[in-house]
């Protein structure tokens, strides 16, 4: 997948700079992006914008507090399955790619902030040490990307969100609400909105709009007219790996590219079920159920 973008024309800015007049390594710093995570995140709201900014040549470092690189959060799945709310299960173990602490003494260089949503915005938007750190990014308006329950975060600064037209989960509604924000409605859900430098969704459907109108706010400009001859197939079946498929289909969609899925005796708009391959230090990978596709 990364080579087929790679095929892609896509270029990043930085501001008031030129990158010809930049050193490798300052290019480098010009594209870091920091994500601040937690224990049980949105499994596909974690690794779906951290493959897609990595594909684009961003550096993503994700960090969760008290934990460090290599150290790993729990994720959850959360699942619309004909209830009145999300179910979840519980998904991949993500390995954390940077240090908290590391990122709060060099929270300077970073062009952007993303935020996954999940249960882990509900313990996060209470710590000072999260609160602090991502008020570098709302007091220098730099760009933010924040989807389903991680607006709950950014509503704890102190009027961030105020007379901002943001969406969120529609269950998070009230604490937008209380912060002054112009509550967009996320109809259809894959809808997202950005409002200056703040990109935000309601949940992981809309990482397409997501992803693409993060990348646009940093500064990505993307050219997929190479790719405009016709579209990706992806033949996939029940049980195929969780990330596997949404990944490679969210992230293409991203940059422009259509895809379409297929299942033999399948037709649109039929499910297939995934399943969550991870590594767990048994001899193989284990096996638990995934998100519907």
């Known amino acids: 997948v990364f080579f087929y973008i790679r095929q892609l024309t896509l270029t990043s800015r930085v501001a008031s700079v030129?990158?010809?007049?930049?050193?490798?390594?300052?290019?480098?710093?010009?594209?870091?992006?920091?994500m601040i995570c937690g224990d049980y995140g949105e499994d596909y709201e974690i690794m779906v914008p951290f493959q897609t900014l990595s594909a684009a040549g961003y550096q993503v470092d994700?960090?969760?507090?008290?934990?460090?690189?290599?150290?790993?959060?729990?994720?959850?799945?959360?699942?619309?399955?004909?209830?009145?709310?999300?179910?979840?299960?519980?998904?991949?173990?993500?390995?954390?790619?940077?240090?908290?602490?590391?990122?709060v003494r060099d929270v300077k260089k970073y062009v952007?902030?993303?935020?996954?949503?999940?249960?882990?915005?509900?313990?996060?938007?209470?710590?000072?040490?999260?609160?602090d750190l991502v008020k570098h990014f709302t007091s220098n308006d730099l760009p933010i990307a924040a989807i389903c329950h991680g607006p709950l975060i950014l509503s704890s600064v102190d009027g961030y969100l105020k007379d901002k037209a943001a969406t969120c989960y529609p269950?998070?509604?009230?604490?937008?609400?209380?912060?002054?924000?112009?509550?967009?409605?996320?109809?259809?859900?894959?809808k997202c909105f950005t409002a200056g430098k703040l990109v935000t969704g309601a949940a992981w459907p809309a990482h397409p709009e997501f992803c693409e109108q993060f990348m646009t706010v940093l500064g990505a400009k993307i050219d997929a007219s190479a790719c405009k001859k016709g579209k990706v197939l992806i033949i996939?079946?029940?049980?195929?790996?969780?990330?596997?498929?949404?990944?490679?289909f969210q992230m293409l969609q991203s940059f422009g590219v259509d895809a379409?899925?297929?299942?033999?005796?399948?037709?649109?708009?039929d499910v297939i079920k995934t399943c969550v391959h991870d590594f767990e230090g048994a001899q193989t990978y284990s096996e638990k159920p995934g998100h519907n596709f």
């Open 171 to 190: 269950a998070c509604k009230p604490f937008l609400d209380l912060s002054g924000a112009k509550f967009q409605d996320p109809s259809p859900i894959t």
């Open 236 to 248: 996939a079946g029940d049980y195929v790996e969780d990330y596997e498929i949404m990944c490679v």
């Open 18 to 34: 030129k990158k010809n007049e930049m050193s490798n390594d300052e290019q480098k710093e010009s594209k870091r992006v920091l």
């Open 62 to 103: 994700v960090v969760c507090p008290e934990k460090k690189t290599g150290d790993k959060i729990a994720t959850s799945i959360h699942d619309f399955e004909g209830d009145q709310t999300y179910t979840e299960k519980r998904g991949h173990n993500f390995v954390l790619t940077a240090d908290f602490e590391a990122a």
């Open 112 to 131: 952007g902030l993303v935020i996954p949503g999940g249960r882990a915005p509900e313990y996060l938007s209470t710590r000072k040490d999260v609160i």
């Open 260 to 269: 379409d899925v297929v299942c033999p005796k399948k037709k649109s708009g």
